[in-house]
């Protein structure tokens, strides 16, 4: 009884069994179209708030340079930045770190002279030179040589600065944009959207 | 067994579910996490990497206040402040809702020239950290580098900079210090300057008239060479480009220009009025100032010489000894007569005048203008400033200047207490005369007036300014470093991203 009814309850005929796979491999395709879809969409989401830190990164580290700067210098194509900064720390090869390396890492103290721009203050002969640049997906900065990555992305992040002079002094703006990789158009709006502005000024008289 | 067949079948379906549900919330939860410690760098740390700088720099606004009452109100500067080692500085001050506080150091740390203190300002700026007590995802973004924490450099337990180069950053008493929450700190080094009073040719807080239809007003360097007349109109002379900065410059909107200016004219709301094109330089009308009184400098540590205390007819100063810019030889007179004749030898030592400094204070009025007036006579190597509380009176001609600089001899109008004293400072040049001199003034409460065509060099800071003479007013821009201070100006500004 058992075996007779089982076999007759058990058996699928072949329409059966075409219309179950196909429906089951429309479902599994559709499951998985959904989840790779889901991941692509939960990436680029991660991905753009991860390019958005790095946004502010980058305005954090010029806008810090830019304050404490002497002069700020923008090229041509708005691509790189180079700031004159006051040396304030003794680092290693400088001559006070050579005379005595346990000053490696201190402050100076500052020195005073009279110049025809005036009264000028000043921490060393020289003045430390930093560079913002564009590298591939990188943006870099440079610091007497020393390079440093302060962003890096495949969202093509952009950043553009210009400076203007003023009577005594100057600011930078600089504007920071990446295109999201959830952007398949690629349009410029997709870019635009993304923009990051910010404004400083130099805290100090504009030499130069 | 129907039942069982279909519990089996429902079983799979659910099981089936239940595991993409799963890796879908795996994905979506590793996401939410990922946004999440982000936006806690975003919303936390970046607002308080950001209000820290603030607070650093409203500790350098606080320093600084108290450094201008160093000239403006003596009496109350630093008052609160502790003193020692010859810093001063200031326990921490809470502000703000989010709790920012700031603390100060200042030191006096050079002198210059003219003997004005100049003074560093260091100051440290704290705001707590909240949210989440973690780095965030960018701390490390490649072998050598550190992200996020290279530049925003958190305390979670410990305070980085005192453990590292000790609390005053100078490598001295480095000790793990523990914060009582996590919390990121901002340094910044501020150095203030006094600003001289000298920076204009003619700076007047009221109003301007002047200087008659064929006068002008130039510039030169001395430091590069004596006044010459025809550099102002010769740009292929390497000194042209220090002859058109006599810049005139009025706190009201009330200047009648006469003649001409070979520099800039500033006025606080005013349309310039007559020949506007014959200024050479920028003509501003939005260039508001403030010219505080001049009060006399803290005479506490002056020791005056005793003799003499008046000029009556003819009277000589020779100091016992040269002095410096910030110890000059000190004289009180009580009375400048109305033709008093003044003479400031230098002193002498083997044979040899030396750079000698002098600063006189005269409790009265300096001459007249009626009369003759007041001589002055200040020979070669005598620097000489002459604080006086009541009116100037002199003929352009009776003060003599030998060395033709005239940062040698400056003259500061005290300010009345009473407001209703008008100060005055009156030169004439005496008839059809042309001699000059070579001085300069700071009277900011003072109106100032000069008659006939006397040819001076030098520059005036006053109330009032009238001049109905044809004047040659020539400004040595080596003067915007002369001077006592009269208020104090940040001018360096640096930030320790230790």
């Known amino acids: ?208 | 067994m129907r039942i069982s067949g279909r519990s089996f079948e429902h079983g799979n379906v659910l099981l089936c579910v239940l595991c993409t549900i799963l890796v879908v919330s795996l994905i979506g939860g590793n996401v939410l996490l990922n946004c999440m410690t982000r936006y806690n760098v975003a919303s936390s740390q970046v607002r308080s990497w950001k209000e820290s700088l603030d607070a650093a720099e409203t500790g350098g606004d606080i320093a600084y206040a108290e450094i201008r009452k160093t000239i403006l109100d003596p009496t109350h500067a630093f008052s609160g402040w502790t003193h020692s080692g010859g810093v001063y500085s200031n326990s921490a001050v809470t502000y703000g809702n989010d709790s920012l506080t700031t603390s100060g150091k200042v030191d006096l740390f050079y002198y210059d020239s003219n003997g004005n203190p100049w003074y560093r300002i260091r100051t440290k700026g704290t705001a707590p950290v909240l949210g989440l007590k973690r780095v965030g995802m960018d701390d490390r973004m490649g072998p050598n580098n550190r992200g996020d924490s290279l530049l925003r450099k958190i305390d979670f337990n410990y305070d980085h900079f005192v453990a590292t180069y000790g609390p005053n950053g100078d490598g001295l008493n480095k000790a793990l210090v523990p914060v009582s929450r996590p919390q990121v700190t901002r340094r910044v080094e501020l150095v203030a300057a006094p600003i001289t009073p000298f920076e204009a040719a003619i700076k007047a807080g009221g109003t301007f008239y002047g200087l008659g239809s064929a006068a002008y007003v130039d510039s030169f360097r001395s430091t590069t060479g004596p006044y010459n007349a025809s550099v102002k109109t010769n740009p292929s002379d390497p000194r042209y480009v220090d002859s058109r900065v006599g810049t005139v410059q009025i706190n009201t909107s009330v200047g009648t220009i006469m003649g001409n200016i070979y520099g800039n004219f500033y006025t606080n709301g005013g349309t310039v009025t007559k020949n506007t094109t014959s200024i050479t330089g920028i003509i501003d009308n939005n260039v508001p100032f403030t010219l505080a009184p001049f009060l006399m400098p803290d005479t506490s540590d002056w020791s005056y010489i005793p003799n003499p205390t008046a000029v009556t007819g003819n009277t000589t100063i020779t100091p016992p000894a040269a002095g410096s810019a910030t110890n000059p030889n000190y004289y009180l007179l009580t009375s400048f007569v109305t033709n008093g004749n003044l003479t400031v030898n230098p002193y002498v030592s083997n044979g040899t005048a030396q750079e000698t400094y002098v600063a006189i204070h005269v409790t009265g009025d300096v001459g007249s203008n009626t009369g003759q007036g007041a001589t002055i006579t200040v020979p070669a190597h005598v620097h000489l400033q002459v604080y006086f509380d009541g009116n100037f009176g002199a003929k352009a001609e009776n003060i003599i200047n030998t060395s033709g600089y005239a940062g040698n001899l400056q003259f500061y109008g005290i300010s009345p207490t009473d407001p209703t004293v008008q100060q005055t400072v009156n030169l004439n040049s005496g008839g059809s005369s042309s001699a000059g001199f070579s001085a300069v003034f700071y009277a900011p409460s003072a109106n100032f007036t000069i008659n006939g065509s006397p040819d001076i060099t030098g520059a005036i800071v006053c109330k009032n300014f009238y001049s109905n003479g044809n004047v040659h007013w020539h400004y040595d821009r080596a003067l915007d470093g002369q001077g006592d201070a009269v208020d104090y100006r940040v001018i360096s500004y640096v930030e320790d991203i230790r």
């Open chain 1, 1 to 208: 009884m058992k075996i007779k009814s089982s076999q007759t309850v058990a058996g699928f005929t072949l329409s059966e069994m075409l219309v179950s796979v196909s429906l089951s491999s429309i479902v599994l395709a559709a499951a998985i179209t959904s989840g790779v879809t889901l991941q692509k969409s939960f990436a680029a989401v991660d991905n753009y708030f991860s390019t958005q830190m790095q946004q502010i990164r980058i305005i954090d580290y010029l806008n810090r340079d830019v304050k404490r700067g002497l002069v700020v210098t923008t090229s041509v194509d708005l691509q790189s930045v180079t700031m004159s900064v006051p040396k304030y720390i003794i680092q290693a090869g400088d001559p006070e770190a050579i005379a005595d390396p346990e000053t490696i890492g201190m402050a100076r103290t500052p020195t005073v002279a009279y110049t025809t721009s005036g009264w000028q203050v000043n921490y060393s002969p020289s003045t430390t030179t930093v560079v913002y640049s564009i590298s591939g997906n990188s943006i870099l900065r440079t610091e007497n040589g020393v390079i440093t990555t302060i962003a890096s992305s495949t969202d093509q992040l952009v950043p553009k600065s210009t400076d203007v002079e003023l009577a005594n002094t100057e600011y930078a703006n600089t504007s920071v944009t990446f295109m999201p990789i959830f952007s398949s158009s690629g349009s410029v709006a997709s870019r635009s959207g993304t923009s990051l502005y910010a404004t400083a000024y130099l805290r100090n008289k504009r030499r130069g």
